[in-house]
């Protein structure tokens, strides 16, 4: 479940865990890219651009305890998992991180992560603030992406806006707002949401900049200069 998609729902976090162990990956996997931000700042909008301009990108898809909705995809929306077996998986460190929600359990599955980035494809997590800091715990090498607003006043603006909920649930919102941009400074980067297109500029640059980083590309120079360095040691001084 993505993190604007649970705030949407005004689903009530009521316990979550993370394992412990963390995963460090190696040189050829792909990237991990979590973005998050605060409750009312468009990650679902961007995310879902960022999808349409960069379809490469691999949409982790939660774990669900609910049932199917009509129209929902096993798979595409969800992975649908009995109460039972979703349980038995957090036993078993199945999840990177994961959550109870209002008597129905969310989590992000580990295996499906993993395999795509093992496989060399880039993954995108999009997911609330309390849930990208488990999963900062469980796999630090991620790439952490915190959305803001260009203005406290114009996320003011942009939840109060809707229309759609009374005067106790937008102050209780930007409460939420106003604590979850505390927590920026445990992020890699932050990018200003003032434009759609211009937020997901910087996004795309963010991730064409981790791949150019020298640890990940010094592998590939390495096997230049082994293949081609007659027996002499690659980077010798």
Same mark, same amino acid.
């Given at each position: 479940?993505?993190?604007?998609?649970?705030?949407?729902?005004?689903?009530?976090?009521?316990?979550?865990?993370?394992?412990?162990?963390?995963?460090?990956?190696?040189?050829?996997?792909?990237?991990?890219?979590?973005?998050?931000?605060?409750?009312?700042?468009?990650?679902?909008?961007?995310?879902?651009?960022?999808?349409?301009?960069?379809?490469?990108?691999?949409?982790?898809?939660?774990?669900?305890?609910?049932?199917?909705?009509?129209?929902?995809?096993?798979?595409?929306?969800?992975?649908?998992? *009995?109460? =039972?077996?979703?349980? #038995?998986?957090?036993?078993?460190?199945?999840?990177? @991180?994961? /959550? &109870?929600?209002?008597?129905? !359990?969310?989590?992000?599955?580990?295996?499906?992560?993993?395999?795509?980035?093992?496989?060399?494809?880039?993954?995108?997590l999009e997911i609330e603030v309390?849930?990208?800091?488990?999963?900062?715990?469980?796999?630090?090498?991620?790439?952490?992406?915190?959305?803001?607003?260009? *203005?406290? =006043?114009?996320?003011? #603006?942009?939840?109060?806006?809707?229309?759609?909920? @009374?005067? /106790? &649930?937008?102050?209780?919102? !930007?409460?939420?707002?106003?604590?979850?941009?505390?927590?920026?400074?445990?992020?890699?980067?932050?990018?200003?949401?003032?434009?759609?297109?211009?937020?997901?500029?910087?996004?795309?640059?963010?991730?064409?900049?981790?791949?150019?980083?020298?640890?990940?590309?010094?592998?590939?120079? =390495?096997?230049?200069?082994?293949?081609?360095?007659?027996?002499?040691?690659?980077?010798?001084?």
């Open positions: 479940m993505s993190g604007s998609e649970r705030e949407e729902q005004g689903l009530a976090n009521t316990g979550s865990g993370v394992p412990s162990s963390k995963i460090v990956p190696e040189p050829h996997w792909g990237l991990l890219i979590v973005l998050s931000g605060p409750s009312g700042v468009g990650k679902g909008t961007v995310s879902a651009r960022l999808r349409e301009r960069a379809p490469e990108l691999i949409y982790s898809v939660s774990v669900t305890s609910r049932a199917p909705r009509p129209g929902e995809v096993e798979g595409v929306n969800y992975f649908f998992r *009995s109460r =039972e077996t979703f349980l #038995r998986m957090v036993a078993e460190d199945a999840f990177l @991180e994961w /959550a &109870e929600y209002v008597n129905n !359990l969310y989590g992000t599955p580990k295996d499906f992560v993993v395999q795509n980035l093992r496989e060399g494809r880039d993954v995108l309390q849930g990208a800091l488990q999963v900062r715990e469980r796999f630090p090498a991620g790439i952490f992406i915190f959305l803001v607003p260009p *203005s406290w =006043e114009e996320l003011r #603006r942009r939840i109060s806006g809707r229309g759609t909920e @009374e005067d /106790a &649930e937008i102050a209780a919102r !930007l409460e939420k707002s106003w604590e979850e941009l505390q927590m920026a400074r445990h992020y890699d980067y932050i990018v200003v949401n003032d434009d759609v297109d211009r937020a997901v500029d910087r996004i795309l640059a963010i991730i064409t900049a981790e791949h150019l980083r020298a640890e990940r590309m010094l592998r590939r120079v =390495e096997q230049w200069l082994v293949h081609e360095g007659g027996g002499r040691p690659p980077f010798s001084s």
